[in-house]
Protein backbone atom coordinates (compact mmCIF):
# COMPACT_ATOMS: atom_id res chain seq x y z
CA UNK A 1 0.00 0.00 0.00
CA UNK A 2 1.16 3.47 -0.87
CA UNK A 3 1.85 6.30 1.67
CA UNK A 4 -0.19 8.83 1.47
CA UNK A 5 1.53 12.14 1.34
CA UNK A 6 0.63 15.32 3.12
CA UNK A 7 0.51 18.09 0.62
CA UNK A 8 1.90 21.38 2.38
CA UNK A 9 -0.16 23.99 3.50
CA UNK A 10 -1.79 26.09 0.66
CA UNK A 11 -1.19 29.93 1.84
CA UNK A 12 -4.85 31.56 1.28
CA UNK A 13 -3.84 34.96 1.58
CA UNK A 14 -5.03 37.91 -0.55
CA UNK A 15 -1.45 39.58 -2.29
CA UNK A 16 -1.45 43.32 -0.85
CA UNK A 17 1.51 44.52 -2.94
CA UNK A 18 -0.55 46.79 -5.16
CA UNK A 19 -2.57 47.68 -2.27
CA UNK A 20 -0.35 50.66 -1.36
CA UNK A 21 -0.80 51.96 -5.03
CA UNK A 22 -4.54 51.65 -5.16
CA UNK A 23 -4.76 53.51 -1.81
CA UNK A 24 -2.63 56.78 -3.33
CA UNK A 25 -4.33 56.97 -6.25
CA UNK A 26 -7.56 57.30 -4.63
CA UNK A 27 -6.45 59.83 -2.33
CA UNK A 28 -4.89 62.14 -5.17
CA UNK A 29 -8.14 61.49 -7.17
CA UNK A 30 -10.28 62.49 -4.23
CA UNK A 31 -7.72 65.62 -3.79
CA UNK A 32 -7.80 66.77 -7.47
CA UNK A 33 -11.94 66.45 -7.11
CA UNK A 34 -13.03 67.88 -4.06
CA UNK A 35 -13.67 71.51 -4.11
CA UNK A 36 -13.02 72.79 -0.56
CA UNK A 37 -15.11 75.52 0.60
CA UNK A 38 -13.54 78.75 0.98
CA UNK A 39 -15.67 80.04 4.00
CA UNK A 40 -18.62 78.03 6.79
CA UNK A 41 -21.82 80.63 6.53
CA UNK A 42 -22.54 81.99 10.21
CA UNK A 43 -25.40 83.37 8.75
CA UNK A 44 -29.13 82.03 8.55
CA UNK A 45 -30.22 82.82 4.35
CA UNK A 46 -33.20 81.09 2.35
CA UNK A 47 -31.53 81.59 -1.43
CA UNK A 48 -34.03 83.10 -3.74
CA UNK A 49 -35.17 81.49 -6.82
CA UNK A 50 -34.57 82.33 -10.00
CA UNK A 51 -35.36 81.55 -13.74
CA UNK A 52 -32.79 82.01 -15.98
CA UNK A 53 -28.96 80.89 -14.07
CA UNK A 54 -25.75 81.45 -15.15
CA UNK A 55 -22.50 80.02 -14.09
CA UNK A 56 -19.15 82.52 -13.10
CA UNK A 57 -16.66 82.27 -16.17
CA UNK A 58 -13.71 80.29 -15.14
CA UNK A 59 -11.42 83.26 -15.86
CA UNK A 60 -12.88 85.53 -13.00
CA UNK A 61 -11.84 85.15 -9.38
CA UNK A 62 -15.13 85.14 -6.69
CA UNK A 63 -14.91 86.47 -3.95
CA UNK A 64 -18.02 85.60 -1.17
CA UNK A 65 -20.07 87.57 0.83
CA UNK A 66 -22.80 86.50 3.28
CA UNK A 67 -25.31 88.79 4.34
CA UNK A 68 -28.20 88.33 6.27
CA UNK A 69 -28.81 87.29 9.93
CA UNK A 70 -26.42 85.91 12.14
CA UNK A 71 -27.40 82.38 13.76
CA UNK A 72 -25.35 83.73 17.13
CA UNK A 73 -28.37 85.99 17.67
CA UNK A 74 -27.56 86.16 21.73
CA UNK A 75 -24.31 87.30 20.68
CA UNK A 76 -24.82 89.66 17.57
CA UNK A 77 -28.56 89.90 17.40
CA UNK A 78 -30.83 90.30 14.80
CA UNK A 79 -29.80 92.95 12.48
CA UNK A 80 -28.51 91.71 8.88
CA UNK A 81 -24.97 91.38 9.11
CA UNK A 82 -22.14 91.09 6.35
CA UNK A 83 -19.65 88.19 6.17
CA UNK A 84 -16.98 88.24 4.58
CA UNK A 85 -14.31 84.97 5.09
CA UNK A 86 -14.78 84.00 8.64
CA UNK A 87 -15.60 87.20 9.89
CA UNK A 88 -18.34 89.37 9.99
CA UNK A 89 -17.86 93.31 8.74
CA UNK A 90 -19.69 96.43 7.80
CA UNK A 91 -20.36 98.07 4.98
CA UNK A 92 -16.93 100.50 5.13
CA UNK A 93 -14.77 97.88 6.02
CA UNK A 94 -15.64 96.39 2.34
CA UNK A 95 -12.33 98.23 0.82
CA UNK A 96 -9.94 96.78 3.45
CA UNK A 97 -11.65 93.22 3.15
CA UNK A 98 -11.73 93.11 -0.75
CA UNK A 99 -7.97 94.69 -1.17
CA UNK A 100 -6.91 91.97 1.15
CA UNK A 101 -8.46 89.32 -0.90
CA UNK A 102 -6.93 90.96 -4.18
CA UNK A 103 -3.09 90.62 -2.72
CA UNK A 104 -3.78 86.96 -2.24
CA UNK A 105 -4.74 86.42 -5.78
CA UNK A 106 -1.96 86.15 -8.77
CA UNK A 107 -0.78 89.42 -10.07
CA UNK A 108 -3.04 88.40 -13.85
CA UNK A 109 -6.37 88.61 -11.91
CA UNK A 110 -6.13 91.55 -9.67
CA UNK A 111 -7.64 94.15 -11.54
CA UNK A 112 -11.12 95.45 -11.07
CA UNK A 113 -12.72 93.75 -14.32
CA UNK A 114 -11.28 90.28 -13.46
CA UNK A 115 -12.78 89.88 -10.06
CA UNK A 116 -16.54 89.17 -9.49
CA UNK A 117 -18.43 89.41 -5.87
CA UNK A 118 -20.55 86.78 -5.41
CA UNK A 119 -23.33 87.70 -2.89
CA UNK A 120 -24.88 84.80 -0.78
CA UNK A 121 -27.97 86.87 0.94
CA UNK A 122 -31.48 85.77 2.05
CA UNK A 123 -34.15 86.25 -0.12
CA UNK A 124 -36.15 88.50 2.90
CA UNK A 125 -33.22 90.79 3.02
CA UNK A 126 -33.92 94.31 3.93
CA UNK A 127 -32.46 96.38 0.29
CA UNK A 128 -30.67 99.08 2.65
CA UNK A 129 -27.42 96.81 3.79
CA UNK A 130 -27.25 95.59 0.04
CA UNK A 131 -27.32 99.09 -1.03
CA UNK A 132 -24.70 99.93 1.17
CA UNK A 133 -22.41 96.73 -0.11
CA UNK A 134 -23.17 97.14 -3.91
CA UNK A 135 -22.33 101.33 -3.46
CA UNK A 136 -18.77 100.34 -1.43
CA UNK A 137 -18.29 98.10 -4.22
CA UNK A 138 -18.84 100.58 -6.90
CA UNK A 139 -16.48 103.00 -5.60
CA UNK A 140 -13.98 100.58 -5.80
CA UNK A 141 -14.50 99.95 -9.44
CA UNK A 142 -16.05 96.61 -8.71
CA UNK A 143 -18.75 96.33 -11.45
CA UNK A 144 -19.11 92.24 -11.35
CA UNK A 145 -21.60 91.55 -9.10
CA UNK A 146 -23.21 87.60 -9.02
CA UNK A 147 -26.19 87.33 -6.83
CA UNK A 148 -26.84 83.42 -6.04
CA UNK A 149 -29.61 81.95 -5.93
CA UNK A 150 -31.24 78.39 -6.90
CA UNK A 151 -32.77 77.30 -10.40
CA UNK A 152 -36.92 77.58 -10.14
CA UNK A 153 -37.07 73.61 -11.04
CA UNK A 154 -35.01 73.00 -7.64
CA UNK A 155 -36.88 74.06 -5.23
Known amino acids: ?70 KDTQKYGTAPLIQAGENFISPEDLFTYIADARTKLPPTKRSPGKIIINIKMDENLPIGILIDVKQRLRK ?12 QSEI
Open 1 to 70: MGKFRKKASVSQSIPTASLPDIIFILLFFFMVATKMRKADPKVVFTQPSASQIQAIPETMESIDLFIGKP
Open 140 to 151: MGIRNLNYTALK
